[in-house]
Structures are given as C-alpha cells and as structure tokens.
C-alpha cells in the first residue's frame, strides 16, 4: 500500500519543528550552556506536539521512573543504552568488590557492543573527572547517532535536550564533582536508581 499524502496539517507540523530546530544555538561539551532547561523547557512547550511535549519532559526527568515512562522508537533505544552503560560499570564495580554482578534484563533489547566496548574503556581511566568526560562524549555520540535519520524532527529536539543538560551539569563540575558523579554511576545498578538518589 502507497504511503498516504501529506496534509496540510503535516506540512505545516515539519515546518515548525524545521525553524524551531535550525533557531537552536548550537551545544558544546567544551562550552558553557547557550540558555538554561527552563528556557528550552518553555521554548518547546511552544513548538511540540503534546505527546512529543510529553516525551521530552519524561526523557529529561531525574526520576528514573518518569524516564522510563517515556515512549517512542528514540526513548526505547536512549533508555536502554543509557541503562546499559550502568549495568556495564555495576558490573565492574561487582567484579572489584567480589559482589554478585547485576543480571542483564529484557530492558536492555537495544543491546550495543559499542557501549560496552566504550564503558569499559572509560573505566580504565585513571582521572575519575576524565572518565566522567569519556562517559559524557559516548552519551554524546549515542545520542548524535539517534537523531541524524531525521535531522529537523523530533527525534532532534530530544537529543539537544539532553546534551543541554549534559553541558550544563559539566558547566557547574569541578574535578571534585566529576569524581562524587562517577562514583554515583559506579554505586548505581539498573533497578535501584532511586534508592541511590535518596
């Protein structure tokens, strides 16, 4: 069956995502953050469809449970490569205390030996502050890799909100708060993340 014709609706949608998308200012993990989330929160409450609104909001929560209430096609991948990046250092970390590893779950159907290949490298990193920047650079390409199918799109406005909160988590970090960071990413295991939190 022939794909069906674009509305006028349609058009009009993928135009104001196009010039939202183009009006961003553009994000560096060397450079400080070109505006704040509650800036680009509001900006977005503007331009988004409500239910693309809505999984940019959970995406962005600090509340593991509200992220992983977010749905779609880039959500399912983000959260399941962002959890495997836990598992892969949860299991480093079991393997140096001599404690029982964590078990990969169904959570993580999107499974890339990159991350895998990438996480462990990072570990290796004998500065806690440069591991920290190593893990933020592999999010970083993860998320490049998610949106460039379909540059101007949604699925661009998820990734520049978390690389937004990316760079401005490093813009506040200092070498002591790279290292407190990592060592919450090493204390952290799929399934107990908000344990960790409290």
């Not at 892969?88 to 001599?98: D, G, K, N, P, V």
Request: charged residues 25%; proline residues 7%; hydrophobic residues 40%.
């Amino acid at each position: 069956m022939p794909p069906l014709p674009l509305t006028t609706n349609d058009i009009a949608s993928a135009m104001t995502y196009y010039y939202f998308v183009a009006s961003l200012p553009e994000l560096s993990l060397e450079a400080e953050p070109p505006m704040d989330l509650q800036q680009f929160v509001g900006e977005c409450a503007l331009h988004l469809s409500e239910k693309d609104y809505a999984t940019l909001t959970k995406l962005m929560a600090n509340d593991p449970d509200i992220q992983a209430a977010a749905e779609g096609p880039f959500a399912r991948v983000w959260l399941s490569r962002s959890r495997q990046l836990l598992f892969t250092l949860a299991r480093r970390r079991a393997a140096r205390w001599s404690t029982q590893a964590p078990e990969m779950t169904n959570d993580l159907a999107d499974f890339s030996a990159d991350i895998e290949r990438r996480t462990e490298d990072a570990a290796q990193t004998a500065n806690p502050f440069e591991r920290e920047k190593a893990l933020d650079a592999m999010l970083w390409h993860e998320l490049d890799e998610l949106e460039i199918s379909q540059p101007f799109s949604n699925k661009t406005v998820f990734a520049y909100g978390l690389k937004l909160k990316m760079v401005q988590r490093r813009a506040a970090m200092t070498e002591p708060a790279g290292k407190e960071r990592l060592q919450e990413l090493l204390e952290i295991t799929p399934g107990n993340e908000k344990q960790n939190d409290e």
